[in-house]
Every structure is written in structure tokens, then in C-alpha cells.
């Protein structure tokens, strides 16, 4: 016997048929059905389910007492915990009105709302949860071609039914295209293009999982819309039949066309579903995982009416209304819409048939759809017909809308830094529309927050007052109107012009502040006929800076420009740390206390100063710091704990056991060698015999950590002892471990693997270009699998995957302690990368080694699984027209991973990767000194290379160029003197230059190679 337990209740269904079928019902209703539905209401759940359930399976209780009491019972059986009992009572259902396709369709209805997982203990299941053990099944696949199966037997009765209305036709197709799209829809629409057998009842899928109902917690991820062989994405049509269909796809799509045809309701929910399923698979919105789409417009730095579809093929704002751009499952894709599921299209069309609610629906989705595709103009246009057609909805969501769109707006952007007095105020201001704002700054009174805070602190509160504590968030106390006291005098008013983009798209302007005095200001921007904005803005020109030493915390005061020391300031620290009161006798022992400490220092000459652990308890305490001069000057730092630790230098004093092994893998049978030298490491001095003639115990464990021997050891005058172990033949193959015991103050060891060697009967391979590919052009790279008797590998399956990232091969001149600090660790020059052009002639200096840097993980360009052709190869098509438009700054490498299993379920790995470069070749450009005096002579050098690091020769031009600023601090450049060099065959070039004048100069080297292609290397130098 099946037997089920159902959990969460009966679930509200889309399509409810016994609110259609009032006419079938006999008048005055079922009296005992009644009864049933007051016990359910008593919570009386066994009496009234043996009522229903007596209802449901006699045949002569009529369609609407079957169906009422069909889906009445699960909610009976669930309050009962006896919901395993459903299914025989639903399969005794069909039996008894095997003639009337509403029943039917109810019981497959019934179906689809249970929870799809069970247990099953022996050949017996278990629907929903179950005490004890079991093997978890999910059952979602098996419940849907059951309902299939009732929903296609009732369909057969359907059509005979010449009685039956043009709503409950359409009613019960969209019912058939819901289940045939079960467990199918959007995301995982590619399980359509299989034809579901629905002859006999699929087995229970075992599962690791306690929710197999909700088999995709969280919901799939989406890797793309389905393809074809050609790279289009698949589409169903409509076939002639249910009997006909080739995929569950064109089932869905015939159910979909009948109920279409049943009434014009019906082809209204029809139209949005298509539309919906479209947009869907194939909206702008699937690229959203893939910010740089929306980067730059996001930011403002560029307008959009500039680009056009030429050349920017991968702008969404581009894109016609037949068209689109979306993830596919081999990559990012500009394509025309299939027709049937051009959801733009479809939504105008149901705007344009319908006057009623299926209107309004489509309007708001183009209104998303538009704003989407950053189309705002086409948008407001929606937005307005909405409104005019059927009002500006609730709380009036509509206009409100429009106005953002439409209307001027204005936003300061996020300040995370403190700006310099000396360097003028700025700030980043982003708008839409609006052509002038006003602005108002007005000075927060630090003083006083800073006194207050403090003052609180001192007068040990029995609780923090979170406002004064935080007043580094007077911002937002001030918008919320709580602290205007703390608003001093207005410092600077002026207005600003602003040149908006047209289509409504947001610009982001830099607006220069007259502030040139330290302080806190409140700046205020009114839009002209828009919104009212606020920012605070802090100006320091003094700063705190703090690090851990030996058992005390250091301190630093000094100018926040220049970094000069300031001596002689005040500081002043106030403490507190929140106690727990526990004193006995209390009514309550948990109340809070707040304790502070309070106390003040003077910086030395050097602008510093120290607190010990004798004046600070040791990190209880959270500390603010103020310092001030008695020339004015204010800084802060707080709140934070000071932590003291003793100088510890484990790193440095460690005692160590170095391994190693004739080599790192053996096969049974072979001997290992080994050798251990035992050591204390000190940067301090040289200690040698420190563990000679020393006896050591080592222990080897095999790969399930189980003991194989151990043996001592005696270490020679250097510390170090050898052994060897030879390997039986059937060891357990893993890895083994080597480890000395029992030393007090020695751990360490080693390991090795044992492997037992199998020849692969085929390798893969990817021929991929050696040579780097330009940006923009298509890579074609083959995979081949080849037995090693030399036939082609045939019926196999390929998955392979492109993955794309960035790729940096900066080339620097060797020097003599590149061993140590790395390539490049002398670079003299600075990145000028605020300078015109740098990016495309200046060479970044590197990276220290410690320096954090933070890459993008690899791109998915394509992820597709093929049949191997019948010569063993796949051919790989990668276009690099995406990367260009998206990432056209940088460097590439695409990396291709080819799994190839043949018929034997063997599965051999092969791996390629292609360069693509943005330029054909790079010029590295340096001088033999960071600066130079008039008068002096340098040494100017140039090495031209492909991204490969390959030489390229050629002629080029050598030129000093003079650099000078305007009063707007752009630079003009003027050429010295210049000279015609070669490359030899290394690619290198060099040129000595006498520096006559002082100033800034730019060493510039333009190269022309065999092929035509001409770029620039060059370096600045300052002469003084």
C-alpha cells in the first residue's frame, strides 16, 4: 500500500473548477456535505473526513460534492497525521467516476498540490515526514505524469462533452499546459525538450535531501537559455495534436493555443504567460550577474545617446523592441526575438485588445521592461498610457512613477573620506534632468558634539545616549530634525548650472565647494523644481593615527597634508565599558553600569605620545581621543579599544623539522627514501648543533591513520637523520605520513602518495592559436580525443567549458635582487593614471607582495555538453566581440576544459587556453634613474613584446617631450628633440638624451612593426 503524510495543507490552486460548476450542483446543495464542512469548522477532522471521503468515492454523489470533497480531505487527513492514506483514497476516486473528466481533473489537481517527497521503508512509501529511518524519495516527478495521466484520460471525456462551457474548457488547458510545465518552467525550461512517457508511473527518485519537495532550495541557478547546435535559442511551436507532440515543450504550447481558443479571457492569460516566459528566458534581465553591462551608465561617466547599436553592440539602451540581449547557455548573446515569444510585442498586442485588468498587467511589465533596457523615455510612455487608461493607482504608484523618471532629481554620492582645507572641497553630485541647484553649506558645531559626548560619558550615565555617542551620524540626526542646535552659521551659498542628459539618464557632476577652512559642514542642495538632498562634509587638517606596541598603545598627531609631526597638542581620552551589577540583596542584579575613565597627555616633539597598561585597563574600555593645539586645531579618533600585547616573536624562535623524500609518488614496491634535518631557525644568531647526535622518534601512518612502524633516529652533527621504508606489494594506496613524536619541543613532518599507475587508453587534447588573438576577433579551437593506437574516439559525450578572465603580463628589466623582492621592485616611475593617455603608453608599477589585490572571478562564456564528431574532434567557437565592448581595457585568456567519456564511462580531461590582446604588442619604457639634474646625462630604454613576451622589431622614433600645465592643470606637451631608433632582434632599443632645462618630461618611443601596427611606450621624468 502507498502511504503518504502531507505537512503544509492544501495549497490555494490557480484554477479552482467548483466555483464553475455551480450549475451542476443540485439546489439546496449536499446536506451531508454540510455536516462534513461544520465538523471541519468544529475541528471535528476524523468524522468529517470519513464523511468526505464517503462523498467522493459513491457515484452517486453528484461532480460538486465530489470535487468539494476532493479537496477537502487532504486538509482532514494532514490536522489527523494520517495524510499517507490520500492516495488510495484519490486512485478509489478515479475508479468510481472514471466517466467524468471535472472529477478527474480534480483528483490530478489534488496531485500536483501535495508535497513531492516521502520516505520508503521496505517496498512501502511514505508521503511527507516520517519518525525513524528510511531512504529519502522525492516524488515530484512521479505525482506529475500521475496528474498527466488523469488530465489526459479526462481530456478524451472532455471533448465528447458537448455541455461543457467555453471557461471550463479553457480552464481545465491551462490546468493540462500548468502540469506540463511542472517542475519545467523559466529556469529550467530545457527539461521541455523531452517527451514525457506517460504510459507507466516513473520510480520514486532517491534523494539526499529532507525537502525533496522544494528539491531547489532557494530556486535554480540560472546558466542560461537553452541553445541549439547553431547557437539559437530553442523555441517551441505548436504541433497539430497532443498525440503528435515531439516534447513536452509542444504539449505545452498545444494546451496553451486550445485554451487560447476557449475565450477571449483566455487568450489574454495565454498571451501574458508567453510574453512572461519570454521575457523570462530571454529579458536584459538574465545578464545580471554580469554587472559591467550596467557599469557606466550606472556611474554617469559616459551618455548613452552618444551609443548606438554599431558601436555598442552590447548596450541594453540599444536594443529595438523585436530584439534583445540575453545569457544564453553558450554566453551573452545580441539576437532578434522568436516571434512567438517576442514579449514586448506580445504585451503591446494585449494592451491594445484589452480593456481591462490583462491591459493594465501588460503596461506594467513593459513600464520594467523598459526601465530595464534603460529606455526611460519609451518607459514614461508607457507610465502615461497606464494612467490615462485606468488611473494612477493605489497611493498613487503610478505617477509616483513617472516623477521618477521625469522629474528633477538630485543625490549626493557617498563621501567615505575626509578632505584637505588646502585642496579645495569637493564632492560628487549625481542628478537627472533638473539644470541648476543651489547649494547651502552650513558649519556642525564639532566642539560641541565632542562636549557633550564627553560630558555624558563623565556624569556615568546609567544608560549611553545612543545621539550623543554616535555623533558621527549627526548627518542623519539632523535630516531627522532631532539636533539642530549642533548648527552653527551658514558658511557658503552658490548655485551650480547643470547640462542634463537627454532620455532621462542619471550624470554625475563634480561640484567644487567654496570651503577652505577646516571644520564639519552641513551642505544642502535644492534642485530647481526637484528634491532637497544633504550630505555632511568633514575638512581635517589634523589627524590620529594609532598602532599596538610593547605593552602600550603609540599615538601620532600630526598635519592630515603634509604629515608633520605636531608637537606640543593636547589629548585628551575618555574611556567607557558597560558592567553588570550582581550585588546581592538588589531586585536587579543584571542592571547596567556604566563606567568611564578619564585622563590626558601631551604630545612630545616628535607629535607623539604612549599610554601603558599601568593607566589603561588593558582593552575594557572603548576610547575616545581628542587632540587639540593651541592654534585651533581639532582631531578625533573613537570609538576603539586599546590593546597591549607583549613583544612575542614566535615566528622567529620556532624549532623545526624540514622533510623531504626522493620524490613524491611511488607505486607498491618501491623503496621511499627520506631525510629529516632538525633545526631552530634565528635571524639572531647562528646555532648549528643544537640537535646533533640528538635521538629522535619517528612514526609513519598509512593513508587510514593507522600505525605501520616506528623507529628512532639518531641525528648527525648537522641535526639531520635519513631512513628508507619499502613499500609491500597490495599496500593501500593514499597518502602516507612521516612524524616525529615524543620531543618536547620538535613536531613536524612529511608526507608521500602511493599510486598504482593505469595507462588511459585515449588522451584529449585542445588546439587552440599559440599565437595571442586580437580583441574582437573569433577564436576557433578544436578538441580531439584519440585512442593511443591512433583511431578517433567515437560515441563519446563532450562537455567542455570557456571560462574568460583578465590577464596581466607586465614585463619589467631584470635586477639583481629580483630573487628576493620580485620583478619590477626598483621601478622608478610613479602611474600617472590621471594623466591623458597614460593608459594606453604608461606601464603600471607592481604590486608588493603583501599588497592586497582583488580579482574578478573567471566569466562562464560558454558551458555546453556535445557528441563527439565521427573523426573524434569538436569544434569551439569563442567570440571575443563581448570582451571587447565590455572589458576592451585589458587583456584576456580564455581557458578551454574539455571532459570527454566514451562508451566505457571513462572520462579523460583535456585543457587549452588562448591570449587575446587588446593591442598587437606592448612597449615597456624606462630611464636608469627616477630624476635627474640639469645637465645631466640618462639612459632611456624601450622593449617591445606580444603579450606572449615574444620580441618585436621594427622602426621607431625616440622624442623628449617637454611637459607644461595651464591655469585648469591640464597638460601641454612639446616635443624637444627626437630621435629615429631600431629595435634588435631582443626588441629592445636605447637612447642616451643630454637634459639641458628643468622641468617634467615625457620619454616617449613610438614602434611600427613588420605588420603596419604602431604603438607607444613611454615613461615621465622629473629634472630638477
Known amino acids: 500500500m502507498l502511504r503518504l503524510l502531507f505537512t503544509l495543507g492544501v495549497v490555494c490552486l490557480t484554477l479552482n473548477f467548483t466555483g464553475r460548476l455551480n450549475g451542476a450542483e443540485p439546489k439546496g446543495g449536499n446536506p451531508l456535505f454540510d455536516q462534513a464542512a461544520q465538523k471541519q469548522k468544529e475541528g471535528n477532522w476524523n468524522d468529517a473526513y470519513q464523511i468526505y471521503n464517503k462523498l467522493a468515492v459513491d457515484k452517486q454523489t453528484d461532480t460538486t460534492t465530489v470535487v468539494k470533497s476532493i479537496e477537502s480531505i487532504p486538509t482532514c487527513l494532514y490536522n489527523l497525521d494520517r495524510i499517507g492514506e490520500i492516495d488510495p483514497v484519490l486512485e478509489q476516486v478515479v475508479t468510481a467516476h472514471a466517466d467524468d473528466w471535472r472529477v478527474l ?55 465528447e462533452d458537448a455541455a461543457a462551457e467555453p471557461k471550463e474548457r479553457g480552464d481545465f ?210 507610465i502615461r498610457e497606464n494612467i490615462k487608461r485606468f488611473g494612477p493607482g493605489n497611493n498613487d504608484h503610478k505617477k509616483k512613477s513617472l516623477e521618477q523618471i521625469v522629474g528633477n532629481w538630485g543625490e549626493f554620492e557617498p563621501e567615505q573620506e575626509s578632505q584637505l582645507p588646502a585642496g579645495g572641497t569637493q564632492f ?61 552659521n551658514k558658511i557658503a551659498e552658490w548655485d551650480v548650472d547643470l547640462k542634463p542628459l537627454a532620455g532621462h539618464y542619471d550624470k554625475l557632476e563634480t561640484i567644487s565647494a567654496p570651503l577652505n577652512q577646516p571644520g564639519v559642514y552641513y551642505v544642502t542642495a535644492r534642485m530647481r523644481d526637484g528634491n532637497e538632498t544633504s550630505i555632511v562634509l568633514w575638512v581635517n587638517d589634523t589627524i590620529i593615527a594609532t598602532k599596538a606596541a610593547d605593552k602600550k598603545t603609540w599615538y601620532l598627531v600630526a598635519d592630515a597634508q603634509t604629515g608633520t609631526p605636531i608637537p606640543g597638542a593636547h589629548v585628551e581620552l575618555i574611556g567607557d565599558r558597560i558592567e553588570r551589577s550582581r550585588q546581592p540583596g538588589r531586585q536587579n542584579r543584571n542592571q547596567i553600569e556604566i563606567i568611564t575613565k578619564h585622563f590626558a597627555e601631551y604630545t612630545d616633539n616628535q607629535g607623539q605620545f604612549t599610554t601603558g597598561i599601568d593607566n589603561v585597563e588593558s582593552g575594557r574600555y572603548q576610547w575616545l581621543v581628542v587632540a587639540r593645539t593651541k592654534e585651533g586645531r581639532l582631531a578625533y579618533l573613537g570609538f576603539r579599544g586599546m590593546w597591549h600585547q607583549e613583544k612575542n616573536d614566535p615566528g622567529y624562535d620556532r624549532h623545526v623539522a624540514y622533510f623531504i623524500s626522493d620524490r613524491p609518488v611511488y607505486k607498491p614496491k618501491d623503496k621511499v627514501q627520506f631525510k629529516f634535518w632538525v633545526r631552530n631557525p634565528r635571524y639572531t644568531e647562528k646555532i648549528d648543533d643544537q640537535y646533533a647526535n640528538q635521538e629522535f622518534e619517528v612514526r609513519l601512518h598509512d593513508p587510514q591513520g593507522k600505525e605501520v612502524w616506528t623507529k628512532k633516529f639518531t641525528a648527525d652533527a648537522f641535526g639531520g637523520f635519513s631512513g628508507d621504508y619499502e613499500l609491500p606489494e597490495g599496500t593501500t594506496l593514499g597518502t602516507y605520513s612521516l612524524n616525529i613524536i615524543n620531543h618536547g619541543h620538535v613536531h613536524g613532518g612529511g608526507s608521500f602518495r602511493v599510486e598504482e599507475y593505469k595507462k588511459p587508453e585515449y588522451e584529449v587534447k585542445v588546439d587552440a592559436p599559440d599565437e595571442p588573438v586580437q580583441l574582437g576577433e573569433k577564436i576557433t579551437a578544436t578538441i580531439k580525443a584519440n585512442y593511443y593506437f591512433g583511431a578517433p574516439v567515437k560515441n563519446a559525450t563532450v562537455h567542455y567549458t570557456v571560462k574568460r578572465s583578465a590577464y596581466s603580463n607586465h614585463w619589467f628589466p631584470p635586477r639583481p635582487w629580483d630573487w628576493l623582492y620580485g620583478t619590477g621592485y626598483w ?79 571513462r572520462t579523460i580531461v583535456g585543457t587549452g587556453e588562448v ?100 604603438e607607444e611606450g613611454a615613461t615621465v621624468l622629473n629634472v630638477y
Open 915 to 1014: 591570449l587575446v590582446a587588446r593591442e598587437p604588442f606592448e612597449i615597456t619604457a624606462w630611464a636608469n634613474r627616477g630624476y635627474a639634474r640639469v645637465g645631466e646625462t640618462i639612459d632611456a630604454s624601450f622593449k617591445a613584446q606580444t603579450l606572449n613576451r615574444k620580441p618585436v622589431t621594427g622602426e621607431g622614433k625616440v622624442r623628449l617631450i617637454k611637459i607644461t600645465y595651464n591655469a585648469e592643470g591640464k597638460p601641454t606637451e612639446t616635443v624637444v628633440e627626437e630621435w629615429d631608433v631600431k629595435t634588435n632582434d631582443d626588441g629592445l632599443a636605447e637612447q642616451r638624451m643630454n637634459l639641458a632645462e628643468a622641468g617634467q618630461f615625457r620619454i616617449s618611443y613610438t614602434l611600427t612593426d613588420g605588420k603596419g601596427h604602431t
Open 428 to 488: 560628487q553630485y549625481r542628478y537627472r534632468n533638473g539644470e541648476a541647484v543651489h547649494f547651502i553649506a552650513t558649519e556642525i558645531k564639532l566642539n560641541d558634539l565632542l562636549k557633550d559626548c564627553i560630558d555624558h560619558l563623565k556624569s556615568h550615565p546609567r544608560q549611553l545616549d545612543q545621539e550623543k555617542m554616535q555623533f558621527e551620524n549627526i548627518g542623519q540626526q539632523l535630516i531627522e530634525g532631532n539636533q539642530q542646535k549642533y548648527l552653527g
Open 827 to 905: 621601478w622608478f616611475a610613479p602611474e600617472y593614471d590621471w594623466y591623458p593617455g597614460f593608459n594606453r603608453w604608461g606601464c603600471v608599477p607592481p604590486y608588493p607582495y603583501w599588497w592586497p589585490v582583488q580579482q574578478d572571478p573567471p566569466e562562464v562564456v560558454a558551458d555546453q555538453e556535445v557528441q563527439i564528431n565521427p573523426d573524434g574532434t569538436v569544434t569551439v567557437e569563442i567570440d571575443t566581440a563581448l570582451a571587447k565592448a565590455v572589458h576592451g581595457n585589458q587583456d584576456h585568456r580564455y581557458e578551454i576544459t574539455a571532459e570527454v567519456v566514451d562508451e566505457s564511462r
Open 105 to 159: 481533473a480534480a483528483v490530478a489537481r489534488t496531485y500536483v498540490s501535495l508535497q513531492h517527497y516521502g520516505f520508503v521503508i521496505g517496498d512501502e512509501i511514505t508521503r511527507g515526514n516520517l519518525r525513524g529511518s528510511g531512504q529519502f524519495v522525492a516524488l515530484e516527478e512521479r505525482d506529475r505524469v500521475r496528474a498527466l495521466q488523469l488530465l489526459t484520460q479526462a481530456m478524451a471525456l472532455l471533448k
Open 173 to 382: 488547458y491551462l490546468e493540462l499546459a500548468n502540469t506540463v510545465q511542472m517542475g519545467r518552467s523559466y529556469y529550467e525550461s530545457w527539461r521541455l525538450q523531452t517527451l514525457t512517457d506517460l504510459s507507466e508511473l516513473p520510480e520514486a527518485e532517491e534523494s539526499q535531501g529532507r525537502f525533496g519537495g522544494f528539491r531547489r532550495w532557494g530556486g535554480p541557478s540560472f546558466e542560461g537559455a537553452p541553445v541549439d547546435d547553431e547557437g539559437n535559442p530553442i523555441v517551441f511551436s505548436i504541433p497539430e495534436s497532443w498525440e503528435t507532440a515531439k516534447s513536452d515543450g509542444e504539449r505545452w504550447r498545444w494546451a496553451l493555443a486550445q485554451a487560447a481558443e476557449s475565450t477571449t479571457d483566455h487568450k489574454m492569460r495565454v498571451m501574458l504567460q508567453l510574453g512572461d516566459w519570454g521575457q523570462t528566458l530571454f529579458g536584459v534581465q538574465t545578464l545580471q550577474d554580469q554587472p559591467f553591462f550596467y557599469r557606466t551608465l550606472a556611474e554617469g561617466k559616459s551618455d548613452p545617446n552618444e551609443l548606438d547599436a554599431d558601436t555598442a553592440p552590447y548596450s541594453v539602451h540599444t536594443l529595438g523592441e523585436n530584439e534583445t540581449l540575453a545569457k544564453l547557455a553558450t554566453g551573452i548573446k545580441r539576437f532578434d526575438l522568436p516571434a512567438d515569444f517576442s514579449y514586448i510585442q506580445i504585451f503591446l498586442e494585449v494592451a491594445k485588445e484589452d480593456d481591462g485588468q490583462y491591459a493594465e498587467q501588460a503596461l506594467s511589465r513593459l513600464e520594467n521592461i523598459f526601465k530595464n533596457r534603460r529606455q526611460y523615455v519609451r518607459a514614461a510612455e508607457i
